[in-house]
T-cell receptor, first 114, second 115 residues
Framework: AQTVTQSQPEMSVQEAETVTLSCTYDTSESNYYLFWYKQPPSRQMILVIRQEAYKQQNATENRFSVNFQKAAKSFSLKISDSQLGDTAMYFCAFYYNQGGKLIFGQGTELSVKP | DVKVTQSSRYLVKRTGEKVFLECVQDMDHENMFWYRQDPGLGLRLIYFSYDVKMKEKGDIPEGYSVSREKKERFSLILESASTNQTSMYLC??????????????FGPGTRLTVL
């Protein structure tokens, strides 16, 4: 069975600093996809970034980047120059074709403090 | 912009009532999903649908059913609501892209309380 684990239920960071959210997963699949989704307070969940397992290069989207360590089955999210609008619940998610569905981690609640 | 709407943001029902949660998407997406979100458990998939009148069980389908009569609408039904179904319910949709997953677009959620 595929599992996704986010071991940090809550984190906080000062505005303008950098923070890293951790995610590990367990799978025997070789071809899969990983995602980070963001759920701001009382707002809709949106995709932050995605990574294809066959790509060695880490994905980057503006201030958001990932550290994908396939052998270690680790997929962390780094947020640079944190902004107040980054305050949200962040979910790591895993997808493989035979499963046909996203498997989510428990979530990490990030607070950015002024 | 993709828009996924859900019929209610907040809903309070009594034990034993039949509850309908409606979800509508406006981007002609083939795939639609229902999740429940609980603290410490993340999102868990209840049911999903790849096409009109088609449905597949997710990880926690017990106590729920779904209906998809039109491509844009996916309904979640609680036949006899129970207190352990108090939760946040999220709907999502995505297009079919063959071998790779498309981005899922989420609705705002319905916070259901069963008394």
């Amino acid at each position: 069975a595929q599992t996704v684990t986010q071991s940090q239920p809550e984190m906080s960071v000062q505005e303008a600093e950098t923070v890293t959210l951790s995610c590990t997963y367990d799978t025997s699949e070789s071809n899969y996809y990983l995602f980070w989704y963001k759920q701001p307070p009382s707002r809709q969940m949106i995709l932050v970034i995605r990574q294809e397992a066959y790509k060695q290069q880490n994905a980057t989207e503006n201030r958001f980047s990932v550290n994908f360590q396939k052998a270690a089955k680790s997929f962390s999210l780094k947020i640079s120059d944190s902004q107040l609008g980054d305050t949200a619940m962040y979910f790591c998610a895993f997808y493989y074709n035979q499963g046909g569905k996203l498997i989510f981690g428990q979530g990490t609640e990030l607070s950015v403090k002024p | 912009d993709v828009k996924v709407t859900q019929s209610s943001r907040y809903l309070v029902k009594r034990t034993g009532e039949k509850v309908f949660l409606e979800c509508v998407q406006d981007m002609d997406h083939e795939n639609m999903f229902w999740y429940r979100q609980d603290p410490g458990l993340g999102l868990r998939l209840i049911y999903f649908s790849y096409d009109v009148k088609m449905k597949e069980k997710g990880d926690i389908p017990e106590g729920y059913s779904v209906s998809r009569e039109k491509k844009e609408r996916f309904s979640l039904i609680l036949e006899s609501a129970s207190t352990n179904q108090t939760s946040m319910y999220l709907c999502a949709s995505s297009s079919f892209t063959g071998s790779s997953p498309d981005t899922q677009y989420f609705g705002p959620g319905t916070r259901l309380t069963v008394l």
